[in-house]
């Protein structure tokens, strides 16, 4: 039973040592620089997303233990971008989290803190301002964001989300608390989160919330679990009373889920906790297509418009619908010979993005569809201009030749 303690303390208290020196992988660049607030070096990897809209501008996804999580993060926030928003990912590499990620200073406990944790524990408030002051400002002054941001940690990481979010609500938009270690001295901010959240006035924020399945002895179910007392389900026991407790006491401008991972334990949980979490922000943010497939006289400018209006009161600030997804929209109204539905959609996209040889050419196919031969022209010249393709110019010279 104590070796299963133990494994179970490992996820809490240490990432995995490397024999080689960290460095970043191909997916982002590594950025090094001296923190007046900690006083010393820092590090952190950034993904800026592929895009081929000019000036795009990206929320923000600050991962904590970055060098264990920014790999999977960029993989998992890339296959999903149109679904959701392309984010720039921020992995924030550990000097030492023990100190960082905890807002109190503990003394040891026999099997649970260990001596070294315990002596250097306390300097989450430290850490927070270092994010506050320096680490924010730096990648918003060297990078096209937006001001949406989200912080995602894991354990200890957890632990610091949540006391961000109580003592710094407005510092994010959206909260990943991944199977938190709310145990910490005592439950000490949990108790802080219970009784300041309901009391908070802040504008609208998200909370996500995960929960892998305990380590439990043996007979005792999770059920059972939650008027247990011992340390091995002192993290279970503590982010179950967090969800109780924000059922019970319902607070103003705080959207939050939570979801429990029968099937996961503590170090598993950390991928599809953040899956799920940044699904639960955005899973209405991409437009579903699919919805209209049945609907053939629907109003898909109509639709799009209303569509991004909800998104853009929900992160904050204005989006545009990706040029790519109004392209392909009016080309469902081209091959249904619906050239007039179709201009609607390309006239928009040329005014969203009118630097855009792509979005030229495809407004001129709809008025070649339409028969008005003179507007086609000019929008493959436009297009031209702007860079278009060899069948651009193809398209021109056959409309040209046409009698």
């Known amino acids: 039973m104590r070796k299963c303690l133990l494994l179970l303390l490992s996820w809490l208290f240490a990432l995995s040592t490397h024999a080689q020196p960290l460095t970043p992988p191909a ?4 950025h090094e620089f001296y923190s007046s607030v900690l006083h010393e070096k820092r590090t952190v990897w950034v993904h800026l997303p592929v895009t081929t809209t000019p000036h795009e501008r990206f929320p923000v996804l600050y991962v ?3 060098e264990r999580y920014f790999t999977s993060t960029v993989a998992m926030t890339e296959q999903l971008a149109g679904r959701w928003p392309r984010l720039l990912v921020v992995g924030i590499l550990n000097r030492n989290r023990n100190r960082d990620f905890t ?42 964001t937006t001001p949406y941001r989200i912080l995602s940690g894991h354990s200890l990481g957890g632990l610091a989300v949540v006391h961000t979010l109580v003592t710094h609500p407005d510092l994010f938009n959206a909260y990943l608390a991944l199977d938190p270690s709310l ?3 005592h439950e000490q901010t949990l108790r802080t989160a219970e009784a ?5 006035h802040f504008a609208p924020k998200a909370l996500f919330i995960a929960s892998a399945q305990p380590l439990l002895p043996p007979g005792l179910d999770t059920l059972a679990a939650q008027l247990d007392r ?5 993290l279970y026991r503590a982010v179950t009373h967090l969800t109780h407790t924000l059922r019970r006491r319902p607070t103003p401008a705080l959207h939050w889920q939570a979801k429990y991972y029968p099937a996961e334990q503590h170090g598993t949980v ?5 899956y799920d979490g940044l699904k639960f922000l955005f899973d209405e943010y991409g437009f579903r297509a699919s919805r209209f497939t049945f609907q053939p006289k629907a109003d898909l400018d109509s639709a799009v418009v209303a569509h991004f209006a909800r998104v853009s009161q929900q992160m904050g600030y204005p989006v545009q619908p990706d040029e790519q997804l109004l392209n392909s929209l009016g080309y469902s109204y081209l091959s249904r010979h619906q050239p007039q539905k179709a201009l609607v959609l390309f006239q928009r996209n040329v005014a969203n993005y009118p630097r855009s040889a792509n979005a030229y050419d495809s407004l001129g196919d709809a008025y070649a569809q339409q028969g008005n ?3 086609a022209l000019a929008a493959y010249q436009q297009a031209l201009a702007l860079g278009a393709a060899a069948d651009t110019r193809a398209k021109l010279q056959a409309l040209q030749t046409k009698r």
């Open 270 to 274: 950390q991928l599809l906790g953040q």
């Open 27 to 30: 997916i982002g660049q590594a």
């Open 183 to 185: 145990w910490w001295d």
């Open 196 to 200: 300041t959240l309901p009391q908070i």
């Open 373 to 375: 031969k003179r507007q």
């Open 103 to 144: 807002p109190t200073h503990v003394a040891p406990v026999p099997a649970f803190v260990d001596p070294a944790a315990a002596t250097v524990s306390g300097g989450g408030d430290a850490f927070e301002q270092f994010l506050q002051a320096e680490l924010l400002p730096r990648i918003d002054s060297l990078y096209p």
């Open 230 to 234: 011992s340390d091995y389900t002192a």
């Open 64 to 66: 904590l233990d970055g």
